[in-house]
């Protein structure tokens, strides 16, 4: 009887002790048959984290409370100490949806092959903002247009996958997660899990962008890996053109419209 496989939570922090123990406490919920290793990068947070982390019981597989480079660079750390068959990154303040997130997203990815060369992903639920996000069945082409977003804390990703991958690029930035998702989507097809697996902390900096950055960041990963949406660069570039104007036209509207009524509460 084949084992189930290890999972290795990466969790990255920084100045978020309540968060921190929130996602901690749901990891130590999971009711998964196999084992979960978890690792903490905390960038120096303080006194209080590094007590808290050296105490807690049961202990880490690892972890630390340093500066580091920013997240991406964080979550690098946290990949090159872990050990299990599949990694799965719950930043500080995210957690898992119920105690059986993990063994339901293990059970789905039975019989797919080896868990260390498959990916994939489930739902999250947005926290404050009354909805679940997961874009089932997954379009490479929809993700590329920009209109499906891969939820980075429901998702997995096998071991061998994530070192053929060799981290996340840095030079992405705040779009480094959905870049290295698309390097995991042209490798092989996600499997995909029809439950909410996360409930994502909204207020995190890759939440709320100007659609002009995200636009951007759509631009760069085309060109990088030579894909595009719409077969070819010149006719993807000129859909993506459109959308950005017409979401600025719109941001324009709205902008006079909000307007009005404060002028018209001036007039009188």
């Not at 990949?79 to 059970?107: C, N, Q, T, Y």
Request: hydrophobic share 40%; aromatic share 12%; net charge negative.
């Amino acid at each position: 009887m084949t084992s189930a496989p290890t999972v290795s939570v990466i969790t990255i922090s920084f100045h978020d002790f309540a968060g921190l123990k929130r996602t901690v406490d749901s990891v130590r919920a999971q009711r998964y048959g196999g084992h979960i290793e978890h690792i903490v990068i905390d960038g120096g947070s303080g006194d209080d984290v590094v007590a808290y982390l050296s105490k807690s019981e049961p202990g880490f597989a690892y972890w630390q409370s340093e500066p580091d480079g920013g997240r991406y660079d964080a979550m690098n750390q946290g990949i090159a100490h872990a050990s299990g068959d599949l990694l799965w990154f719950m930043h500080s303040g995210d957690r898992f949806s119920d105690p059986d997130a993990v063994a339901e997203a293990m059970k789905a990815i039975s019989g797919h092959g080896p868990a260390r060369e498959i990916w994939g992903f489930g739902m999250d639920n947005l926290i404050g903002l009354g909805r679940v996000r997961g874009p089932i069945p997954f379009s490479i082409r929809k993700f590329l247009a920009g209109w499906q977003v891969v939820p980075h804390q429901a998702s997995f990703f096998g071991s061998s996958l994530v070192e053929k991958l060799g981290g996340y690029d840095l030079d992405f930035g705040v779009a480094a997660d959905q870049e290295f998702i698309l390097r995991a989507a042209l490798l092989r097809d996600p499997i995909t899990v029809r439950r909410v697996l996360c409930d994502f902390d909204t207020t995190g900096i890759g939440t709320n962008r100007h659609p002009s950055e995200v636009f951007h960041d759509l631009r760069r990963m085309w060109d990088t890996h030579a894909h595009y949406p719409l077969g070819g660069r010149k006719v993807s570039r000129a859909y993506l053109r459109t959308w950005e104007y017409y979401l600025r036209f719109l941001e324009f509207v709205f902008a006079k419209i909000s307007k009005a009524p404060a002028q018209q509460n001036l007039v009188e």
